[in-house]
């Protein structure tokens, strides 16, 4: 009698274990897919128009096959294209960023948006600031803007840039929320207000932990109208840089499928880049042994003497020397490679 109340008893117990063991394993990998998915769609996303992918005038200035374990220099950017900013794509941030997957080293070359770029290196009648270029050729072709634009900085600074990424502020400023914030040293008192495009920047010096907007208020603080000092171009390169570097390790750490499903979605939505859809999904396996710890920013020092940041040409050829170094790659006078 015993025996007959107790054994359907457990064997309900243990059928009830068996599925909610069954709906558990299924629900992770149903949630896997879904997140497999979602990286694919965003990578089709941010990639180069297959229109643009290997055509005869787009190829890359490396013009080489682009092995997965070969060295690879990217131009980093960023845009505001907030409501107010009378439509700018001026890239108020530029980052040369040349990668060793084989070495798992970096090196990042922080370009100040105030260098003079004069005309006879442009091809156009006048001088102009390194952050003017991208919207220029945007203006007058948006399909081709990110291959013309990596091409005149891949010929000026003789260094083969193979692909050219650009984020908008606004998806950076969600970025930073998504990994819950940025812990960072302000390094001086930061106060501007600008009502035409609702900047409003007011930060103290000290370490504190900041979120999205306040971290882009870091990076992008120049002037003053509240009785701060301003900074200097040269000062901003640097506090992109460190944000840069925590920015790959909250990156790296970053746990939990739904934490990364929000954060394919603001990538998607925020990044556009000239490589094609394959080889951006074998760089989400190739670059991922690089560490924070191993890539070198490199800081230039130079001067003000508007309307440009003037740097010693000897400092900025030993930092172009590094990038050429980490790509191991030479190239021509001509800017092209050997």
């Known amino acids: 009698m015993k025996m007959k109340f107790w054994k359907p008893q457990w064997r309900r117990a243990f059928i009830a274990f068996l599925v909610l063991t069954g709906l558990l394993i299924g629900s992770g990998s149903v949630y896997a897919l879904y997140l497999y998915n979602k990286l694919n769609q965003t990578i089709d996303q941010i990639a180069a128009p ?34 107010g900013s009378e439509g700018s794509l001026n890239t108020d941030v530029m980052m040369l960023f040349s990668v060793n997957p084989i070495s798992h080293q970096a090196t990042v070359v922080s370009i100040p948006r105030d260098l003079e770029v004069k005309a006879e290196e442009s091809g156009l009648e006048n ?35 193979d692909y050219m990424a650009v984020i908008n502020f606004d998806g950076f400023r969600k970025m930073i929320d998504q990994l819950g914030g940025m812990t960072v040293q302000v390094d001086m008192n930061m106060r501007y207000e600008d009502v035409s495009d609702g900047t409003n920047i007011h930060l103290d010096k000290g370490i504190q932990h900041l979120d999205g907007k306040q ?40 746990n939990g499928l739904t934490a990364w499903g929000k954060m ?42 508007s309307p440009y940041v003037v740097i010693k040409q000897q400092d900025l050829e030993q930092a172009l020397r590094a990038l050429r170094k980490q790509s191991a790659i030479s190239i021509d006078s001509e800017g092209m490679t050997n």
């Open 50 to 83: 297959k229109t643009l992918q290997k055509t005869k005038n787009m190829v890359s200035l490396q013009q080489t096959t682009n092995l997965i374990d070969e060295p690879l220099t990217f131009l980093l950017t960023a845009i505001d294209e907030r409501e």
């Open 127 to 161: 001088s102009h600031k390194a952050n003017y270029f991208y919207a220029y050729y945007s203006n007058k072709n948006k399909a081709t803007a990110i291959y013309e634009t990596k091409k005149l900085f891949s010929h000026l600074y003789k260094v083969p840039i």
């Open 215 to 254: 971290v882009l208020d870091f990076i992008r603080y120049r002037k003053s109208n509240l009785g701060t000092a301003e900074s200097s171009d040269l000062e901003r390169n640097q506090r992109e840089q460190l944000v840069l570097n925590q920015l790959l390790e909250q990156l790296t750490s970053l």
């Open 264 to 305: 394919f979605d603001i990538i998607g939505n925020s990044v556009k880049t000239d490589i094609p859809a394959d080889e951006l999904r074998n760089f989400t396996s190739s670059y991922r042994a690089i560490k924070p710890a191993n890539v070198n920013y490199i800081h230039l020092k130079g001067e003000w003497e």
